[in-house]
T-cell receptor, first 116, second 114 residues
């Protein structure tokens, strides 16, 4: 079974440029998460989807970040314009869904973003 | 509010040493607890989990017991290997209204020397 796929793995851009990340979750997983992980810290949730609906985007900086999951499968996360402080690893995760308390999230390898 | 506190690293051990990484939590209700591991250059992977008090999660020689009386979920391994070198994250899952939240510790880096 294929895991969570993310692309690109690495991205270097100049500040004020746009950037987009793509994620394809595990087949059959209804819930998709985007996280940001800064060096030496745990992941911070940016947005969570249940199918195509964004059910928790309270931590998403909506002035520059946007996300979509149009068909309830793969998803893109966009930053426009990027700032120096956006340099981080952007992680995508998926889970079966259904609000189960012990539900396991499966993570992709992440996209390492460097903003110069 | 709910929180997770894990011991600061880095932790450096020799091969075959005993490992303990402490994790304590603050939560209302009955959260689920997880340990995730991040090997160099790889994504986060679930190592083990426990969904109710006194449950013991185990995997790859690692164990952690959900202790409600001490609000702890310490990770242990009897004999570490060089291949266990990674960053270990303790995490807590709880329901907040209609949302399920996952809170992460800051991670503990483990280096095992041959």
């Amino acid at each position: 079974e294929a895991g969570v796929v993310q692309s690109p793995r690495y991205k270097i851009i100049e500040k004020k440029q746009p950037v987009a990340f793509w994620c394809n979750p595990i087949s059959g997983h209804n819930t998709l998460y985007w996280y940001r992980q800064n060096l030496g810290q745990g992941p911070e949730l940016l947005i969570r989807y249940e199918n195509e609906e964004a059910v928790d985007d309270s931590q998403l900086p909506k002035d520059r970040f946007s996300a979509e999951r149009l068909k309830g499968v793969d998803s893109t996360l966009k930053i426009q314009p990027a700032e120096l402080g956006d340099s981080a690893v952007y992680l995508c995760a998926s889970s079966l869904g259904g609000q189960l308390m012990g539900e396991t999230q499966y993570f992709g390898p992440g996209t390492r973003l460097l903003v110069l | 509010g709910n929180s997770v506190t894990q011991m600061e690293g880095p932790v450096t051990l020799s091969e075959e040493a005993f490992l303990t990484i402490n994790c304590t939590y603050t939560a209302t209700g009955y959260p689920s607890l997880f340990w995730y591991v991040q090997y160099p250059g790889e994504g986060l992977q679930l190592l083990l989990k426990a969904t109710k008090a006194d449950d013991k999660g185990s995997n790859k020689g690692f164990e952690a017991t959900y202790r409600k009386e001490t609000t702890s979920f310490h990770l242990e391994k009897g004999s570490v290997q060089v291949s266990d070198s990674a960053v270990y994250f303790c995490a807590l899952s709880y329901n907040a209204g209609n949302n399920r939240k996952l809170i992460w510790g800051l991670g503990t880096s483990l280096a095992v020397n041959p």
